[in-house]
């Protein structure tokens, strides 16, 4: 092998090592092993990035018509930590109608206690 082959493939691994196929071995069991759950898992990451990518999210004057409040009554909540606000664009923030959703489910259970 020249200087410029040895170059354009990269460093061999020794190939009569015995760790080395020992390894080999054991990342190919590994992988044959763990691969239905790492497929699984990628087709969930793929699937939460499409479907969920940019979530609707309202200004705090509607999200306080959408619960019965006002965009006053919306910012106590958010500063007291009932709501988590969401940058829109700059400095204008806005509610996830996923939140909203949220804790109107969360005030009904209090309030059937």
């Known amino acids: 092998m020249t200087k410029s082959e040895a170059r354009r493939n990269g460093p ?14 054991m ?3 590994l992988r044959l092993a763990f691969a ?12 939460d990035e ?15 018509r959408l619960i019965g409040t006002t965009y ?19 400095r204008y ?4 109608i996923s939140e909203l959703k949220d804790y109107i489910e969360r005030r009904r259970l209090v309030a059937n206690e």
């Open 12 to 25: 061999q691994a020794p190939v009569h090592s015995g760790t080395a196929v020992v390894e080999r071995r």
């Open 27 to 29: 990342m190919e069991q």
């Open 36 to 47: 239905p759950q790492i497929r699984a898992l990628i087709k969930e990451v793929i699937a």
């Open 50 to 64: 499409t479907v969920g990518s940019a979530p609707l999210i309202v200004d705090y004057a509607e999200a306080g």
């Open 72 to 90: 006053e009554g919306v910012r106590k909540l958010v500063r007291k930590g009932m709501l988590t606000a969401v940058s829109r664009s700059g």
């Open 93 to 96: 923030r806005g509610i996830a």
